[in-house]
């Protein structure tokens, strides 16, 4: 009898006690221990920001370019139409994150927390995830082009009307995901997908290969 595999992620490495940062000061810079909860970052070029609380923070339409954030906590971010172009996560948790219409492009995510995010309508392009978890996510209407996924877990996440044309997947799950309407539902080859969701691909599929359901 198989065992059912636990997908689990570490928590930041956020030390107990933080200084406080400005913005201004990022760009270009490499920072650690630093508490920005709530701050506006509307611009971020050349930063590495390290064991941190990025909480809170309000990016919305902001345009980062080669960030990196590693052990860092954006929980409760506003995300909403970020542009993000070359940069990575690195143990990181985005928990009930805002990032209705974000565009990610090259950007890498490892050993990553993403739960009860808000991520219809996003552009993910070129990106990498690979130790990641989804969980509770609403991806309705995302688009995938030229992103792979390796050890990944969705999980109750809403793909409904999703183009997963672009997508490769290594070692990805699938559990109690609505995956209504999507396009490219042939690149989750390779993926494994509980009963119930594949059940809820028969429609695409059939759509795919031509094959008219119904007198």
Same mark, same amino acid.
């Given at each position: #009898? ?5 997908? /689990? ?8 006690? @933080? ?17 920005? &909860? ?17 909480? *809170? ?11 990196? @954030? ?28 805002? #990032?209705?219409?974000? @565009? ?5 995510? *490892? ?8 991520? /219809?309508? &996003? ?5 990498? #995830? *690979? ?85």
């Amino acid at each position: #009898m198989s065992r059912r595999r636990a997908w /689990t992620v570490p928590e930041p490495d956020v030390p107990p006690h @933080l200084e406080p940062a400005d913005v201004a000061d990022l760009d270009d810079a490499t920072v650690s221990a630093v508490d920005l &909860t709530g701050a506006v970052v509307p611009g971020l070029r050349e930063a590495q920001v390290d064991g941190s609380d990025l909480s *809170r923070i309000r990016a919305g339409s902001a345009r980062w370019e080669r960030v990196t @954030l590693a052990d860092c906590r954006l929980d409760g971010a506003d995300l909403a139409n970020l542009v993000w172009r070359d940069g990575s996560l690195l143990r990181c948790s985005l928990r009930e994150v805002r #990032m209705t219409g974000a @565009l990610l492009a090259r950007v890498r995510l *490892r050993s990553v927390l993403l739960e009860g995010a808000q991520a /219809t309508l &996003t552009t993910w392009q070129g990106v990498r #995830m *690979r130790s990641v978890v989804l969980r509770g996510c609403d991806l309705r209407e995302a688009t995938f082009h030229d992103t792979v996924l390796e050890d990944v877990l969705l999980e109750d996440c809403v793909l409904s009307g999703a183009q997963l044309s672009g997508l490769q997947c290594r070692d990805v799950q699938l559990r109690g995901c609505r995956l209504d309407g999507v396009a490219g539902v042939g690149a989750l080859r390779g993926a494994r997908l509980a009963e119930e969701d594949a059940a809820a691909l028969l429609p695409a599929l059939a759509r795919e290969l031509g094959i008219a359901i119904g007198g």
